[in-house]
């Protein structure tokens, strides 16, 4: 894999180095200068704008757009971290959109005594949202969430999926204070708003109250993307 990602990191370094070459060659001394530029601008996207709308493709419900990014960069990924990254990123694009299977054969290609703090974070809210999605035992999914909320507390989307594991071990007040804490920070993406809304529809019906229940799922109806 380490040679594989040091042949892309080479070959995207010479197509850079090529492009202002051939240009100038073929069209003279200006077009060295388009062609670095070009160099650059390829580079920028790759790096940087890709990955923020990928993300945004994801926050934004647009799920077949944001997998189609996570793939280019991942076959792009010139290091492991942001392979794995790519491919955390990925499983999660895939969970989101209901592609089960294709998620979880993503996470388990993910080696545990590899992954940093903030990887870990990912892998194991991915790891619970999967094993809720599919119906299995929820104690397990809730401990991995409740590990990655000790590494990352501040994040809207690990607190939705601790709130669905306390929803399915039966500690329904609990989860319902996780998502009323959801929104301390501010407002919410809007899918995660109706997803918010979703699962407190779901706490309030359980605990016998229909009118909350009726007006969470309202509010969801109006968040949903």
């Not at 990924?77 to 998620?103: I, K, M």
């Not at 990912?122 to 809730?142: F, I, Q, S, Y």
């Not at 708003?193 to 605990?207: M, P, Q, T, Y």
Request: proline share 4%.
């Amino acid at each position: 894999m380490a040679a594989q990602h040091i042949g892309r990191l080479i070959g995207w370094i010479a197509a850079c180095v090529a492009s202002p070459v051939i240009l100038r060659s073929m069209f003279g001394s200006p077009w060295g200068s388009v062609g670095v530029a070009c160099s650059a601008v390829a580079t920028l996207w790759l790096l940087i704008w890709l990955p923020r709308s990928a993300h945004r493709a994801f926050e934004a419900a647009r799920y077949s757009r944001a997998i189609r990014s996570y793939r280019i960069i991942r076959a792009l990924a010139f290091g492991p971290q942001r392979d794995r990254s790519a491919r955390l990123s990925l499983a999660g694009c895939q969970l989101a959109a209901g592609r089960h299977a294709a998620a979880e054969e993503l996470l388990a290609t993910i080696d545990a005594a590899q992954i940093d703090s903030s990887e870990r974070v990912v892998w194991l809210n991915n790891l619970a949202c999967a094993a809720l999605d599919a119906g299995r035992e929820p104690h397990a999914a809730l401990a991995q969430v409740e590990e990655a909320t000790e590494l990352r507390p501040d994040v809207p989307g690990i607190q939705h999926t601790r709130a669905r594991a306390l929803l399915a071990v039966g500690r329904i007040d609990d989860a319902i204070g996780v998502l009323d804490a959801m929104r301390s920070a501010g407002e919410l993406p809007l899918r995660l708003e109706a997803d918010r809304c979703r699962e407190l529809a779901a706490a309030w019906e359980r605990k016998g109250q229909r009118d909350y229940a009726a007006d969470y799922r309202d509010r969801a109806r109006l968040h949903a993307i």
